[in-house]
């Protein structure tokens, strides 16, 4: 057994979610590391275009430097979530720096829209340590089960190639600093819905039958 299928077995999803419930058919796109200046407005253009809502895994220096798009993104009913406050990877860190990261983002976001419920780590890399960290500060690991490695393509059409596969309850990793998601993300819209599925914010995914929290 590998040890990302011993973390799933063993880590309850109310600490560490993969992907969600099958039955209702939905999915979730989620974005991370913005919001960019040029392609995150893109993919909100498309995304209000279509009336769906994403969630966006920011980075708390990024919204500090554009925090006009962050409210655009809660403003247009997309679910605002915490990457860190830079894009490094903080799993193998001590725990007190683990802690002084995740507050430090927190507050960040925090001072601008809702604080975040969930998190998703840079790069998913996971410890033991960060898992106990985000637990105790009510953080949720969101990780995903679909990934088209968006960020070594240059077109969309190898994304879509990537997202050949999308079931209901998957989640899906793009990133919203590289333009061949959001070219690609018309079309990924578009076949959601001829597979009956309906594109979903991670909080609706987890929770359809709750009212978001942001």
């Not at 109310?14 to 392609?39: C, K, M, Q, Y």
Request: contains cysteine; proline residues 7%; aromatic residues 4%.
């Amino acid at each position: 057994m590998s040890l990302k299928s011993l973390i799933k077995c063993v880590i309850p999803r109310r600490l560490i979610a993969w992907s969600g419930p099958r039955r209702h058919g939905n999915v979730a796109l989620t974005f991370d590391d913005g919001p960019d200046p040029e392609v995150t407005p893109h993919i909100l253009d498309i995304l209000r275009k279509h009336n769906v809502n994403a969630t966006f895994f920011v980075l708390g220096e990024k919204v500090r430097q554009h925090p006009q798009i962050t409210e655009r993104c809660r403003d247009e009913g997309h679910q605002v979530a915490l990457h860190g406050q830079h894009h490094e990877s903080i799993a193998h860190r001590t725990s007190a720096e683990i802690a002084q990261e995740l507050r430090r983002g927190i507050e960040t976001v925090g001072q601008l829209l809702s604080v975040p419920w969930c998190y998703r780590p840079v790069r998913g890399i996971l410890s033991s340590g960060l898992v106990l960290q985000a637990a105790r500060r009510k953080l949720q690991i969101i990780m995903w089960n679909r990934d088209p490695r968006d960020y070594l393509k240059t077109t969309a059409d190898d994304v879509l190639i990537d997202l050949s596969i999308i079931l209901p309850g998957d989640i899906v990793l793009l990133h919203d600093r590289c333009e061949p998601s959001a070219a690609a993300l018309e079309q990924i819209l578009y076949r959601i819905q001829e597979l009956k599925m309906r594109p979903v914010t991670i909080n609706s995914l987890l929770c359809p039958n709750v009212q978001p929290r942001e």
